[in-house]
């Protein structure tokens, strides 16, 4: 994203989140995008737009620069020639986070999801290569949940978030990797306090996620390792 200007914002979160997603599908066979981290992935792109800006008296609506994101993910040098400087990294100086009352929510974060995919179609994606680079096959969502989703209804009412929560919550293998470490310990507490919600926000009745649509992907059962 560092070529993509001087500063950055929506339009160019997601253009990066694209081609992180189409580079993966040309390049890595054993590509996988999961419901739950299939829709957070593009997601994080955003995040780090309205999380990492420096919302200062100046530019209140917040500026990202490549000084602050180098800052927050502790790498130096130039395009070509970045040096990631482990444990170093820092909240830079004279930063300032967005203001309390302009939290970023869970419906701020599914709108940005809709207006994404609405401008790169297939950022939003489920399925995975089949074994091969440039093999992607996608994965029906209304077939997976049962008729109780398709991509067309996630972007009425409260549903986005309760397909997010709902697979979250469903054991999927997003949530199961052994690889996550403590990550999944963080996880698993995060879940126990997303539940209640699926309540609250009036979720369709779920009956099941028909995950044996992802055994024609080795992605989905694939344990990576290294550091």
Known sequence: MYDLGETFGFNEAAAQSDYNTRWSILNNPYYFSAPFSGAVAPAAHNLVIN????????????????????????????????VHNRGRDRIPLNWYRRATLDAHTIPDVLVDLVAINSIYP????????????????????????NGAYNLQTLAEGNNGACFLLQASL??????????????GSVLGWALQQLGPLAQRFGCPQLRSFNNDLFNAFPGASYTGSGR
């Open 122 to 145: 297939g950022i939003l994606r489920f399925g995975g290569n089949t074994g091969t680079a440039n093999s992607f096959a996608g994965v029906d969502l209304q077939n997976f949940t």
């Open 51 to 82: 999380l990492m800006s420096n919302h200062s008296a100046e530019v209140p609506g917040g500026t990202l620069t490549r000084e602050t994101l180098m800052s927050f993910f502790s790498i130096t040098g130039t395009s070509g020639n970045f």
């Open 170 to 183: 469903a054991g999927l293998p997003d949530a199961a990797a052994p690889a996550l470490g403590a990550v």
